[in-house]
């Protein structure tokens, strides 16, 4: 993979409160999971900011009135390269972390792996589409652990 690959995974942070380790690697590794799953990537804006931020961005554009740990919206059309944005709560994240008993940055792999999956047109809204996108996320998180992150 190229520096120039590389970029079209950005991170972008409207919340300054943790630090994300590995940037390269992890850009890497978003990128393979692309391509593992057989598609090609414009760009992906991974945007990290507040419960607030993303539960105003959920009433407007999704008419949801609940918080939320990620919302993804895709601009590309179908067959073509992905182009998203992909906002992810902190606060959310460090929640969900305590509650599901993971630490901070690998409930963070999941959420990030879980967008990243959305775009792959995985879905969970059922409980068949939930098991195997869980699945997803398990393998994928299995696969980057070991390759020098700490979870």
């Given at each position: 993979?190229?520096?120039?690959?590389?970029?079209?995974?950005?991170?972008?942070?409207?919340?300054?409160?943790?630090?994300?380790?590995?940037?390269?690697?992890?850009?890497?590794?978003?990128?393979?999971?692309?391509?593992?799953?057989?598609?090609?990537?414009?760009?992906?804006?991974y945007i990290f900011c507040s419960d607030e931020y993303l539960l105003e961005l959920?009433?407007?554009?999704?008419?949801?009135?609940?918080?939320?740990?990620?919302?993804?919206?895709?601009?590309?059309?179908?067959?073509?390269?992905?182009?998203?944005?992909?906002?992810?709560?902190?606060?959310?994240?460090?929640?969900?972390?305590?509650?599901?008993?993971?630490?901070?940055?690998?409930?963070?792999?999941?959420?990030?792996?879980?967008?990243?999956?959305?775009?792959?047109?995985?879905?969970?809204?059922?409980?068949?589409?939930?098991?195997?996108?869980?699945?997803?996320?398990?393998?994928?998180?299995?696969?980057?652990?070991?390759?020098?992150?700490?979870?």
């Open positions: 993979m190229t520096k120039r690959d590389i970029k079209k995974i950005r991170f972008h942070y409207l919340n300054q409160s943790f630090y994300l380790p590995n940037r390269t690697l992890l850009k890497t590794f978003i990128l393979s999971l692309f391509e593992k799953e057989g598609f090609e990537v414009q760009e992906v804006n959920n009433r407007t554009y999704l008419n949801h009135d609940t918080l939320t740990d990620i919302i993804t919206f895709q601009y590309s059309e179908a067959f073509q390269p992905i182009l998203s944005d992909v906002y992810i709560s902190i606060e959310r994240v460090r929640e969900n972390a305590v509650f599901y008993k993971n630490s901070f940055i690998q409930e963070l792999y999941r959420v990030l792996f879980h967008g990243a999956l959305h775009l792959c047109n995985y879905g969970d809204k059922t409980k068949k589409e939930t098991v195997l996108m869980r699945r997803k996320e398990d393998s994928y998180l299995k696969a980057y652990v070991p390759r020098g992150t700490q979870a």
